[in-house]
Structure formats: C-alpha cells, structure tokens
C-alpha cells in the first residue's frame, strides 16, 4: 500500500514535470517577449533604455504621432495643431479620450504633464526632449498652448515620440516613482502586471480611442519577459514559449532562419558606427592633429569588407556624419574610397612614411574592432585598442585624452540629423573640434523652421566635416528579429517595435 | 567563550565594514558613475545633472560616510536605477537566490556525504573511481556551460522542464542541479578523506575489537569525527553557492539577488550593490562564524582551544 502511494506520488510528479510548458502565441492569443536588458521604470521622461521605451509607448499616448509607413506627422492626442506665432503653438483636443483607469482626458492632463516634466527637478533624462519649452497654458477645457523657449526644428518631433501625456490626478495621487511601477496611460495596452524590471504583462485596453493613429490592438496579451543570456532566448523561441525576440547576432539569424516556424526579419536602423579623431583637444600631439593622416585613414580601412563580414544584413558604408535615412543627410559630400596606397601615400606626404603607433578606444564589438586594427597595420598605422565602457570612454573624451575612439550612436532613434552632427560638431562637451562656423550652420539647422534653410545649413556642415576628415562614419546598423512565423510584424527604422500593430496570421 | 565570541562578532563587523568601503572605491575606480546612470548617448549636460542630483560630485568619503550612517540606522536607501526603496528590491529577491542556495546546499550534502563515506569504505573499487569521475568532472565544468548543456538537453531534445524564470517549483530543478552538483566534489572529498582518517585510527580498532557492529562504527564514530572539517566546509561552500548564484540566475533568468547584483555593477547603482555587498558579506560571515560555534559544539577538543 505505501509501496503504491509513493509509486503514484512519482508517476504524479512526472506528468505534473511533462505536462509544463503552454505554447505560445496564436492559440491562447499572448504574445511571448523577451528583452536581454532590464527596464528601470516606466516612467517615459526617466527611461534610459529603448526596452523600457518601447513598453511605455504601449501604454501612453502624445499628443501627435509620426506614422512612419507614410513618414507624416498626424494628430493624436490633439485633433488639430497650428503656429500662432514663431513661439507658440496651439493644439486642439481629441474629446471622449479615457485614461486606463476611467479618468477622463483634457487640458489639465497636457498642461500637468508637460510643465511638470519640464522642471529642472524632475530629472527628466534627456534635457534635449523638453528644453525648447518654456511653459504649457490652458486655453479652455480642450485647449491648450505651448510656449516655446527658442525655435526648434524638432519641436513636432518630440511632440510625436519621447513626451506622452500622463493623467493628472492619477499621478498627483500616487507620486512619481509609483507611477514608475504601476503608470496609467490612454494607449492601447494597460499594464497588468509588473515584476519591477524584469516582467511585465499587457493587456489590450477596450477603451482606447476610436480613431487614435495606433488603431485597435489585434493581440489581446502581451508577455514581456527579460532574458539576459541569448542561448535561452533563442531555445525559448525554438521550443514555441517565446514569439518575438531581436538584436540577434547575424550568425544566429542565419542558424534561427533555417528552422520550421520561425521569421527572421533585418531592418535598418538610425544607428551609425563611427571613428571620432581628435583634432585639435588636449595637450598631447596626437598624429590625428594633420588632416592627411585624418585622410590616410579613411582610405585604409575597408568598411564594406568589415560591414559585410562582422555587421551583416544589409549594411552599407556610410560617408556622412550622420544617416542618410535622416533629414537633411544629404550624401553630397567628399567621399574616401577605400584605397591603401593613396593612405600610404598620404601619410608619406603628412611625414609619417613608416607609419606610427597610437591608441583607438573601442566601445564596440571586438572582431570588428580588430579588423579595423588590422586594415590600418597594412598601411603602417599600428593601433592598440583599448576596449572601454561608454560611460568610462566618454569621459576620456571629453577631457580630450583619446587620439581615436571607435563607437556608434543612435540619435535617439530620430530620423532627423539634428540628433546626431549636432552633438557632436554643435559646440557641446562632444566637440573637440569647436569650430564656431560650423557650429554656427548646424545651430541654424537645428532651429530654423524651414525645412529648405534647414538643408541648406547642414549641407555646409556636412562637406566642412568630410573635407577635414573630422570624423569616419562606418556603416549603418541593422536590427535582426525573430519571430514566430505566424505573427504579423513589421520592424522600423527607429528601433520602437509596435506591437500594437501587430496581428496573428 | 565569551570573550572568544565578542572578539569573534567585532572581526566579524571589522571585515563588514571593510568590504563595503571596497566595493564603495572599485566602483568609483571602475568609471563614473555619473556617465554610467545617465545612460549611453547621453550628453555632458544630462550627466552633470545626475551627478548634482544624486551628490555624487562630493569627495568619496564624505560619500561613504553617509552611506555608513544611514545604513546603521536601517535605511539603505533608493535604488539609483529603479527609484525605488532598496530594501523592498532586497525583499522581492533574496527569497529567490536563498531557496536555491539551500537546495543547492541539500542536494551537494545528499551527493557528496553518501558517496564520500562508500568511496571511503570501498576505497580504490568502482564506487571510489566513479565517485573521483565525478568530482573532477563537476570541479572542472564551469557553471554556465553545464547550465547551457541541461538546457539543450531538458528544454529542447527532451522538453520537460523550464529552462528560464521560477513560475513555480519545476523552474528551480534545473537551477539547482547546476549549482549543487558544482558544490558536492569538494564535500565529497572531504569527507572521503576525514573518513578514511578516522577508519585508520586507534579508537575504531578498539571499537571494532570490543565486537561494535560495522554500520553502529562508521556512523557513530567515524562519521562523527570526519564530519568535524565538513561544518566549516559547508559554511564556505554556501558562500560560494551566493558567488554562484550570479552566473546560475543569469542563465536561467532567476530573479534574484546575484543576478541584481551583477546588473546593478554595470549600471553602477551604488546603493543597490552597497546593499547586496552588505547582505551577502552578513549572510557569510554569519554563517562561518555558527560553523565555528557548531564545531566547538561537536568536537570537545575545539571548545578547549
């Protein structure tokens, strides 16, 4: 008899063991997520990471929206917005909008929100998202304007990406950091439940606005899940507990896109790799202070070959100092073909015929790295790399101790130049170079309101830095994604995936 | 014994405190914190924020010191990273990293004992050279690799179990297989050779010539002298499981304290590793410090000393 209780207690736990495991997706309607970094908090003005980001932008909504299918601004929140002057702008509300928890939108919302993130004290992380405001007013109950601090080119922008719009008394009652665990939004997904930075679950919110740009959610239940190490996705995703995971290395895309039932998808995003030289900063003569060794470099690193090899998808060199998919990126610049002995011959010319050894930090992947040391050993330039965090490289910069230092940036995910040559030929802590004419053009660029202005402007800026060789753009970037086959999703240039249009097949 | 075990408690806080003005330095020596809070991309001024707002423009020691202060009176502060109390962060995660720690423990103890004292027993036979197999196999796989190998095997040729996060008690099998089959070889060892010790000796000639049955022998006499060594041993060996736990619970998407641990240095959250440090430092130093009280209570020969 005993013998028996403890033979059906085995049996037991072995079917309890096998039975493990629902399968993901279509069948229960959850969409299975994983991320490999964690997200702090959901507050949008304080996230850092794009995990936490793209989350937030299930939640909350602005008061306009950038629909990237058509690359136009369109309204949201707001149902109309006009210049009244230079500085200030108007918005008409949308009526009948409901936040999460039944509390109804209006003008208090925007002119709460906005003005609050505004503050000095309210740490909102990025001082470049809200700094061209100066205060929000409410005109009536669905009115309201905003007055800007300077003129900015981005304003629509950032009206359409990093400033949502929080529910006034929800967010009084509760306080900022709550709101970070637990936030309320108008969008089309509320938060369920949440492991604080590690699990969050949403699910689709009836309420959401008829006619709001993000349309109706098709998928009822969002899993999010934060997976640190990459084999567990990639056998999560394999075994069908897991429907959409990205980021993935292009060898693994390769491996994963042989297998029945899973998508591989590959988008380009804003992001470049790039080689900052040093100029002109700090007290040491770097080799990097003679244009022509500026030069000689550019010519002897094969980027297509590293890009084909190491980045993968479809990466192209890249000769601007920013995207070509961003505004004003024009490509009508002097470009430096890759070529060996035109780089042997311009060191010679700038006094270096044997070459000569220096440093390159490195916040980059290490194969690529070494490639780019070995291409300019073949031209006599012999570089140490010094691998580094951003955080520790950064600093080194800014304090102008680095000859090179090889990295990328992803202008926040913004397709408009303004994010990137700006900080770092705009006169910031970036700009080693602190040439005021350039700054001068790219600061009009930055604030003009009209577009051809702002063209014409960058376009100087642009040839000024190629013709100096003040910087080595590298190649453009791509996102790889893997997916279950029978999801609906499309991937965008801006790195923010939109789940809220996503669907079953 | 008092005097022994005041002096003992004083080393105890000594070390403490030691350790977190350590961790305090290396993660300033390891870049700046400011740069690393504010994130890639971010500009000079986003970081000149964060380091007004957050005091850490001020020398390291006055720095610490606060720190120090406050954590005497119980307040270990926000988490930098997720605004939040540390103390609840703690709550939600030590729970985690503990359970498997101590079914790592209890599955390491119910290896390696039993198979110590018939490898001892049996010294040089089968059981011996299966038993020495299987240390150095379980000594020399690194952590993560076996973690990575049971999950090809049990979440994908044969998928029975979970292989990331602890929904419920099925996530921690495998978790806890991997970190107490890398602490069980030590025990093993130790107990292989203290029991050999012990079987070789004086007072078991004696017991066995005073016509003690084999089995009465070797548990009430040998063993209890062999498992002297293993009280400490164990002490040590649950420390190592805590050090473990980072690499295990990364793997297997655990939500513990290694894990935040390890997140929290990257992001340089100095409050939230202060406080792991200082948990995980308490936690040890307890534990050794019982062993050496659990010893003396064992062994008489250890309460003369």
């Not at chain 1, 009508?332 to 042997?344: L, S, T």
């Not at chain 2, 406050?70 to 502060?77: E, I, T």
């Not at chain 2, 089959?181 to 017991?207: C, E, H, K």
Request: charged residues 20%; proline residues 5%; contains cysteine.
């Amino acid at each position: 008899m005993k013998r028996n209780r403890v033979l059906s207690l085995c049996a037991g736990m072995a079917l309890a063991i096998a039975a493990g495991g629902a399968h993901a997706g279509k069948e229960d309607d959850t969409l299975r997520v994983a991320f490999s970094g964690e997200a702090a908090t959901l507050d949008n003005y304080k996230i850092a990471g794009r995990e936490g980001l793209i989350i937030a932008r299930h939640l909350f909504d602005n008061l306009l929206y950038k629909d990237l299918e058509t690359n136009t601004i369109v309204p949201a929140l707001a149902k109309s917005y006009r210049f009244v002057d230079d500085l200030t702008m108007e918005f008409e509300l949308r009526q009948g909008v409901k936040f999460h928890n039944g509390e109804r939108f209006d003008a208090d919302d925007v002119v709460y929100t906005l003005n609050m993130v505004v503050r000095e004290d309210y740490g909102t992380r990025y001082r470049i998202v809200v700094d061209w405001i100066k205060s929000v007013e409410k005109i009536n109950q669905h009115t309201v304007q905003i007055h800007m601090a300077k003129p900015y080119a981005l304003a629509l922008e950032m009206l359409a990406g990093p400033l949502p719009i929080y529910p006034n008394d929800y967010f009084e009652s509760v306080g900022a950091n709550k709101f970070g665990v637990a936030p309320i939004g108008t969008g089309p997904y509320k938060l369920t439940d949440v492991t604080p930075g590690t699990r969050w679950v949403l699910e689709a919110f009836d309420d959401h606005y008829n006619s709001s740009p993000k349309g109706r959610p098709a998928i009822g239940t969002i899993d999010i899940r934060v997976l640190p190490e990459p084999n567990i996705q990639y056998a999560e995703l394999l075994t069908g507990k897991l429907d959409w995971i990205w980021r993935v290395p292009p060898d693994q895309a390769g491996k994963l896109e042989r297998r029945p039932k899973i998508s591989v998808l590959s988008a380009p995003i804003m992001r470049i790799g790039y080689i900052h030289f040093n100029v002109n900063a700090g007290t040491e003569d770097f080799p990097t202070r003679k244009k022509k060794v500026r030069q000689a470099i550019l010519h002897a690193i094969d980027r297509q070959g590293i890009a084909d090899a190491f980045v993968g998808g479809a990466s192209k060199v890249v000769h601007t100092a920013c995207n070509p998919a961003q505004f004003g990126c024009t490509q009508d610049v002097v470009k430096y073909d890759y070529d060996p002995d035109k780089a042997r011959a311009l060191l010679a010319e700038a006094g270096y015929p044997d070459g000569f050894e220096t440093e390159l930090v490195v916040v980059a992947p290490r194969p690529q790295a070494e490639s780019v040391a070995a291409d300019l050993a073949k031209v006599g330039i012999k570089v140490r790399l010094n691998e580094q965090q951003y955080a520790a490289a950064a600093d080194r910069w800014r304090a102008g101790k680095s000859v090179m230092i090889f990295s990328n940036w992803g202008s926040y995910g913004i397709g408009d130049m303004a994010l990137i040559t700006s900080n770092f030929f705009g006169g910031g802590a970036d700009d080693l170079v602190q040439d005021a004419q350039l700054s001068q053009w790219l600061n009009t660029g930055d604030t003009a309101t009209d577009a051809s202005v702002r063209k014409e402007n960058y376009a100087k800026a642009l040839k000024t830095i190629a013709e100096n060789a003040y910087w080595m753009s590298m190649w453009n970037f791509n996102v790889n994604y893997a997916t279950n086959s029978e999801l609906n999703f499309t991937p965008h240039p801006d790195e923010f995936a939109r789940w809220f249009k996503s669907s079953w097949k | 014994m008092i005097a022994f075990l005041g002096k003992r408690v004083l080393v105890a806080v000594g070390v403490t405190l030691f350790i977190t003005f350590l961790t305090f330095l290396l993660l300033f020596v390891s870049g700046d914190p400011a740069t690393a809070l504010a994130g890639a991309s971010s500009r000079a001024e986003d970081v000149e924020k964060i380091r007004v707002l957050y005091g850490l423009d001020r020398p390291i020691l006055v720095q610490y010191a606060e720190w120090l202060w406050n954590a005497v009176r119980g307040d270990l502060g926000q988490s930098l990273f997720f605004q939040l109390p540390v103390v609840d962060l703690l709550a939600g995660r030590l729970p985690v990293t503990l359970t498997v720690g101590v079914l790592a423990m209890g599955l390491a103890l119910a290896l390696g004992v039993p198979l110590g004292i018939v490898a001892a027993v049996w010294r040089g036979g089968a059981i011996d050279r299966f038993a020495l197999v299987l240390a150095v196999v379980g000594q020399a796989m690194p952590t993560f690799w076996f973690g990575l190998i049971l999950i090809v095997v049990f979440g994908m040729m044969v998928p029975v179990l979970p292989i990331s996060g602890a929904d419920d008690w099925r996530g921690y099998i495998l978790p806890v297989v991997v970190l107490g089959y890398y602490a069980a070889p030590a025990i093993m060892r130790l107990v292989r050779s203290g029991m050999i010790d012990a079987l070789q000796s004086d007072y078991i000639r004696t017991a066995r010539a005073n016509g003690l049955l084999g089995p009465t022998v070797l548990l009430n006499h040998a063993l209890r002298n062999a498992i002297v060594p293993l009280v400490s041993l164990t002490a040590v060996q649950f420390g190592f499981l805590l050090s473990g736990s980072i690499v295990v619970e990364s793997v297997f998407a655990l939500n513990g304290l290694g894990r935040l641990g390890w997140e929290s240095i990257i992001r340089s959250d100095l409050p939230t590793v202060q406080a792991i440090i200082l948990v995980l430092s308490g936690i040890f130093i307890l534990l050794t410090t019982c062993a050496d009280i659990l010893t003396a209570w064992i062994d008489p020969r250890a309460r003369m000393q």
